[in-house]
């Protein structure tokens, strides 16, 4: 991604600026990165139908003539965490608590509506105003609409409620007046031209992650983690500009590997040829990528497995 995809015009001395942290919690699935990236314009989250797609806190810089957001999408919340990773992830969500300036809970309107459910917990430590997200309004009747916010309003002090559906880009648009009011007046933290924290080999492995959702079935994308272990911008022969690129795919048993190879390496070259189309997109020049598969057993309890993947 090159500066001129990046660039904001906007100019930052501007009287009554406003300027905060919102942060976006929710269950697995239930459209978090999907509002975060209809918010700010630029694909910052992956997105699939799967759950827990999102595993690290992600940064998506929203700045206007008299306003920067700096939006945060968070893994979904894991009821009953299975590894270590899971515990990690929910540590993320619940770090959002002591930065807010708002905190946006996305509920799925599909999803059941259970007493015990963690975030509850979470968002009654929430000193910054809360607004709940009423997401896929486009699956559920009305009904659905009125009986979901009475529910939550009995378990949790909400400054605000908003229907809408991310996915098709309902009421998401609108909800930029009613977050800006909730936020302090101050200075930018960040340039106009600056969309996330994160460095591109952070959203080059989460594209290579991204495919193996898509194009691997069962278990396998759980299975993996994904390690730029080389980035280089040089030029070709020709004279253009290009990354060079090695990435590790990290399984947990061979058999994982076999799947993720394919007979014939047919499978991995499949990932590789999709992955580098997006890769290319996302950094506006050309990229030569290699996709390598290696076991690390257990990965998703080892302390050090998740401190070198940045869970800790």
């Known amino acids: 991604m090159n500066n001129e995809t990046m ?25 978090k990165s999907t509002l975060m990236n209809a918010l700010v314009g630029e694909r910052m989250s992956i997105i699939t139908h799967k759950p827990q797609t999102t595993r ?6 929203l700045t206007g003539e008299n306003f920067q957001i700096v939006f945060s ?33 996305v509920f799925d309107l599909t999803e059941e509506l259970e007493a ?35 529910w939550w309003k009995k378990r949790v002090t909400f400054d605000e409620v908003i229907a809408i559906s991310a996915l098709k880009e309902f009421n998401s648009g609108q909800m ?6 909730y936020l302090p007046l101050g200075e930018p933290f960040y340039p106009p031209d600056q969309l996330t924290d994160r460095p591109e080999r ?15 079935d069962d278990e396998i994308p759980y299975a993996c983690e994904v390690g730029i272990e080389d980035f280089k911008e040089s030029k070709t022969n ?31 070259k499949k990932l590789g040829t999709y992955a580098r189309k997006d890769i290319e997109a996302f950094l506006q020049t050309k990229a030569f990528l290699e996709l390598t598969v ?19």
């Open 73 to 105: 999408d968070t893994p979904g919340y894991v009821k009953a965490p299975s590894y270590q990773m899971h515990k990690a992830m929910n540590r993320f969500v619940e770090g959002t608590v002591e930065d807010a300036d708002l905190m946006l809970f």
């Open 202 to 216: 952070f959203f080059v492995s989460e594209i290579i992650r991204e495919k193996i959702l898509r194009l691997y």
């Open 116 to 150: 015990d459910n963690p975030i509850i917990e979470v968002l009654n430590k929430t000193e910054a105003p809360k607004v709940l997200i009423l997401n896929k309004t486009d699956l559920v009747a009305p009904q659905r609409i009125q009986d979901a916010t009475g």
């Open 238 to 268: 020709a004279g253009e500009d290009i990354a060079r690129i090695r990435a590790t795919i990290f399984v947990m048993r061979e058999t994982q590997k076999a799947i993720l190879l394919g007979k014939g390496g047919a499978a991995i």
């Open 176 to 181: 930029l007046d009613s977050m800006l009011k």
């Open 56 to 61: 690290h806190r992600i940064i998506g810089i």
């Open 7 to 31: 660039k904001v015009d906007a100019p930052l001395e501007h009287k009554g600026f406003r300027t905060g942290f919102v942060n976006i919690i929710g269950r697995p699935n239930a459209g």
């Open 294 to 312: 290696k076991v690390r057993d257990n990965w998703r309890d080892d302390e050090k497995a998740l401190q070198k993947f940045g869970y800790v």
